[in-house]
C-alpha cells in the first residue's frame, strides 16, 4: 500500500492566493512521487505531497506535508496549517486501472493510482453498463496493457520499498 497525504492552509488572502495559483487552476507537478495543490472556495491551498509505504501514517501529517509545500511555495512559511489527512492507494505498475472480468458477469476494476475520485465513478458506470450485458467500454477498458509487479509475490514488497526509494531519490535530483 502507498499512503498520500494532503493538507488544507488557513484563508489566504486573496491577493496571496491569486499570486500563488493564477486562474484557481489545479496543478500537478511532473514527479513521479507528485505534487498537487489548487485553492478551496474559501482560499485555502489543499496541499497533496509526500508519500509512505506500508500501513501506518505518519504521526504528525501537517509537518510531514508541510516539507514539500513550502519547497513550492517558501512563502507561506508563516501560514498556519489548519487540516490534515490521509488515505491509501491501490498503484498499478503502468498508473492504468485494471479492468478484468472475474467469472461471467461479475467483473472489477481497480489500481486507479491516485486517480480515484475521477476514474471510479466513470469505472462504475463502466462496471454497471457490463453486468448488465453492454461489454464495448469495459472491454476497451480492460484490454488496456498490464504488467504484473516485477518479482511476484516473494519479492513485491522490497521491490516495491526499492522502486519508490529511487523514484523518490531522482525526483530530488
Do not use: C
Request: proline content about 6%.
Amino acid at each position: 500500500p502507498i499512503n498520500n497525504f494532503i493538507i488544507a492552509t488557513e484563508p489566504l488572502s486573496e491577493t496571496l492566493a491569486k499570486r500563488l495559483i493564477a486562474n484557481n487552476a489545479a496543478v500537478a507537478d511532473s514527479r513521479f512521487v507528485i505534487n498537487y495543490f489548487r485553492l478551496s472556495s474559501d482560499l485555502r491551498l489543499l496541499f497533496g505531497g509526500g508519500e509512505n509505504y506500508g500501513y501506518s501514517f505518519p504521526t504528525d501529517i501537517a509537518a510531514f506535508v508541510r516539507k514539500p509545500m513550502l519547497k513550492v511555495f517558501p512563502s507561506l512559511e508563516n501560514i498556519r496549517i489548519t487540516h490534515g489527512w490521509g488515505g491509501t492507494l491501490a498503484i498499478t505498475v503502468n498508473r492504468l486501472p485494471a479492468f478484468r472480468r472475474v467469472e461471467g458477469n461479475i467483473v472489477s476494476a481497480s489500481g486507479f493510482s491516485g486517480q480515484g475520485v475521477t476514474l471510479a465513478t466513470l469505472a462504475g458506470r463502466i462496471l454497471a453498463e457490463a453486468v448488465r450485458g453492454q461489454m464495448e467500454r469495459f472491454d476497451v477498458m480492460a484490454s488496456l496493457p498490464s504488467m504484473p509487479f516485477p518479482g511476484g509475490a516473494a519479492l513485491r514488497w522490497p521491490m516495491l520499498v526499492l522502486a519508490m526509494t529511487w523514484f523518490s531519490l531522482r525526483d530530488r535530483l
